[in-house]
């Protein structure tokens, strides 16, 4: 165990307490058990290679969690950590003891308005009943449970994980060993989601599509650093890059309803892509002529024309002004790979489809010149 009650009757950490002062107090049998007030001694530590814990003498107490790894130890340290730098006014507790749901659980966070949070750290087969049990007595005594899994378990497909999934819509794997605390953040996507990442060139490098665990469907998982990851209000797992995703498709949503191009919402959809500059630059004088004339490059037809009907002279020039626009941009550190990317990324979705394909056609007679 990690935390003990010292001399004062008050829970002391081991980590966070004088590695001389514990050995006093424990040579002293002033140090207790939190939960069945038993004696308990201060093992471990640097010159020992293992972690700095409390113990009993074996089957002292029913409440022990001794035989825990070194890795759910190390885990519950990290995120109590975690915890602590997002939430200062917070109240963060190790190994709290609830008599209600009566357990003790890992890390229990308590809010200036009163929330409660309790935080498991998973590193254990865990049958799905006795999860339930658990998830369904916490919610009972008010308490949000939020369940982060050891990586050791990350390519397991077991029943309490698939429901830890289909429950929270969010499963967090962590590696508190990894030098910087690492973790696998993985949610459900549509099968429309997961079609629109595979032709999308932006994050793909964090990114990565696999099966939802235990059942027919897609899943997301973001690998990053624990540092990455918060915990809003509603204790839901946030990354910039999942936001990121989930606003745009929510925008392409709306954009798919929409009547008309609305410029707000392609520049919304495209801020996460496209700087501000880029936006000023590129995509805004590129859509106000397409909308001044949406069917110029059709008319024109790669030179061509249509059937019985020759390119007139007008939409000649105005080709040739829009091929030198392109050439003015490459001249100012612009690039056609780059612009092909960023055209890539135009939703391909109600009227803006059309609009996707007049900046792809016109790319293509840039690159012709």
Request: proline content about 5%.
């Amino acid at each position: 165990m990690l935390v003990a009650y010292g001399p004062d009757q008050r829970p002391i950490i081991a980590e966070e307490t004088p590695i001389g002062q514990l050995q006093q107090w424990s040579r002293e049998r002033q140090l207790h058990c939190p939960n069945c007030r038993g004696i308990v001694h201060v093992r471990g530590g640097a010159e020992k290679r293992t972690q700095l814990h409390f113990a009993h003498q074996k089957g002292e107490c029913a409440w022990s969690t001794e035989a825990e790894s070194v890795r759910h130890v190390q885990g519950k340290l990290v995120l109590a950590q975690w915890l602590r730098q997002q939430y200062p006014l917070a109240t963060v507790t190790l190994e709290k003891r609830l008599p209600e749901p009566n357990r003790i659980a890992d890390v229990f966070l308590v809010h200036k308005d009163g929330r409660q949070w309790a935080i498991e750290f998973q590193c254990a087969p865990l049958n799905i009943q006795e999860w339930k049990m658990r998830h369904n007595a916490y919610r009972k005594a008010g308490i949000v449970d939020t369940w982060i899994i050891g990586n050791n378990r990350r390519e397991k497909q077991e029943a309490f994980i698939e429901a830890l999934l289909a429950t929270a819509h969010e499963l967090l794997f962590l590696d508190p060993l990894a030098q910087s605390p690492y973790i696998w953040l993985r949610w459900p996507v549509s099968r429309q989601q997961a079609l629109a990442w595979q032709t999308s060139t932006t994050n793909q490098s964090t990114l990565t599509l696999d099966g939802w665990v235990g059942r027919t469907g897609y899943g997301m998982t973001i690998a990053a650093a624990l540092a990455e990851i918060t915990l809003n209000r509603q204790a839901r797992l946030i990354h910039p890059t999942r936001s990121s995703m989930e606003l745009r498709n929510r925008l392409q949503q709306t954009m798919s309803e929409d009547h008309t191009i609305q410029e707000q919402n392609l520049f919304d959809y495209m801020n996460s892509i496209a700087t501000r500059d880029t936006q000023r630059t590129f995509l805004l004088p590129l859509l106000h002529a397409y909308q001044l004339d949406p069917e110029l490059l059709v008319r024109y037809n790669y030179g061509r024309g249509l059937a019985g009907q020759l390119v007139l002279p007008a939409d000649l020039l105005r080709i040739e002004k829009a091929q030198k626009w392109i050439r003015d941009l490459l001249d100012h550190g612009y690039t056609l790979e780059k612009l092909r990317s960023l055209v890539k990324e135009l939703p391909f979705i109600g009227p803006y489809a059309s609009f996707a394909r007049y900046a792809e056609t016109l790319l293509i007679l840039s690159a012709q010149k």
